[in-house]
């Protein structure tokens, strides 16, 4: 099961989904306007077009897991803003947490996440220097350890079908992923 939390308009699980039938994929949010069109898409398709297996649920991460508990084998969080941001980046617990409980055992995150200056995150204005350090020693006390970090590359942005990443202009991503310790 794949759950992409913070999907936005939830395109990247519809796309997904369409893809990898076999996967399950779950589209979380804490705005239910933006995935609603998505949503009622997934529900509409007739026949082979008719996507049986995503799932759309509006949940706040810090509010997790509900009845997410343990599914996810993979976690994604493509162009988080505020809390989530923050949460990812280890700086706010409840978020780590939140995410933390719905992956399972070896189960992976997948973050692609970028900030600005005007983030003005208490150092965390951008993602080189100390940042893996601080980001590697949050994930660590919920259980995860850091596989890697690296600027994103544009196969890596295509990939995640965001409908974020065109706004980067020329701001650097970065690719970071987690496993769950078992
Ligand atoms: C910039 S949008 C990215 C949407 C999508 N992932 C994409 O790349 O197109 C960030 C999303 O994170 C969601 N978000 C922010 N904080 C959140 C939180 N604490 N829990 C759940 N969703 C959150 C927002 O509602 C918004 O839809």
Same mark, same amino acid.
Do not use: K
């Given at each position: 099961m794949i759950v992409d939390l913070g999907t936005g308009d939830g395109r990247a699980v519809l796309a997904r989904a369409a893809a990898e039938p076999c996967a399950f994929v779950i589209g979380i949010d804490a705005n239910a306007a933006a995935m609603a069109e998505s949503s009622r898409r997934a529900a509409r398709g007739r026949g082979a &077009?008719?996507?049986?297996n995503t799932w759309f649920g509006v /949940? +706040? $991460? /810090? *509010?997790?897991?509900?009845?997410? $508990?343990? !599914? $996810? +084998?993979? #976690?994604? #969080? !493509?162009?988080p803003w505020g809390s989530l941001l923050r949460g990812v980046l280890g700086l706010e617990a409840a #978020?780590? !947490?939140? @995410?933390a409980s719905i #992956? %399972?055992? %070896?189960? &992976?995150? /997948? @973050?692609l996440a970028s900030v600005t200056p005007k983030d003005a995150f208490v150092g965390l204005a951008s993602l080189d220097g100390d940042a893996e350090a601080v980001i590697a020693g949050a994930w660590a006390v919920v259980g995860f350890e850091l596989v890697s970090m690296r600027p994103a590359t544009a196969g890596d942005l295509? *990939? %995640? &079908? +965001? +409908? =974020?990443a065109r706004r980067l202009g020329d701001r650097t *991503? =970065? &690719?970071i992923e987690l496993v769950r310790r078992r």
């Open positions: &077009r008719r996507l049986t /949940e +706040s $991460a /810090e *509010a997790l897991p509900g009845p997410l $508990a343990d !599914v $996810a +084998s993979t #976690v994604t #969080v !493509v162009m #978020v780590l !947490v939140g @995410i #992956v %399972a055992p %070896a189960g &992976r995150v /997948e @973050i295509q *990939a %995640a &079908r +965001s +409908s =974020w *991503a =970065w &690719r």
